[in-house]
């Protein structure tokens, strides 16, 4: 995220107060901006990635839709009802999802 000190104010930007207010509860928060726009998302859990996954087996924007509505903090809601927006910000949802490497090990 850009220096917000330095940035132009973004649609729907908080303070760092609030960030931290998140941070505590949420252990990380992430920030998508697009076109003066912002919003805050908490880390996908397992049951939102589930959910998101089954319904958008039928309906790929579903998918972004409920990981944008189950980890939404905050923000400019223009994100969630502007199409060009909307499928800006869905284009990075996915980055949202932590993983980690892994290994098998043999005993």
């Known amino acids: 995220m850009k220096n917000t000190k330095e940035a132009k104010e973004l649609t729907g930007q908080v303070t760092k ?5 998140w941070k505590k509860k949420y252990g990380q928060v992430n920030g998508i901006i ?3 726009h912002i919003c805050y998302l908490k880390p996908v859990d397992r049951k939102t990635l589930s959910f998101a996954s089954s319904v958008g087996a039928k309906d790929p924007l579903k998918f972004n839709e409920v990981i944008l509505d189950n980890c939404w903090l905050g923000g ?3 994100i969630k009802t502007d ?3 909307f499928l800006s910000a869905g ?5 949202l999802i932590e993983i980690r ?5 043999k005993f």
């Open 17 to 21: 107060e609030q960030i931290e207010i």
């Open 34 to 36: 697009v076109s003066g």
């Open 76 to 78: 400019s809601e223009e």
């Open 83 to 85: 199409d060009t927006l």
């Open 91 to 95: 284009a990075k949802l996915a980055e």
């Open 101 to 105: 490497d892994a290994e098998i090990v």
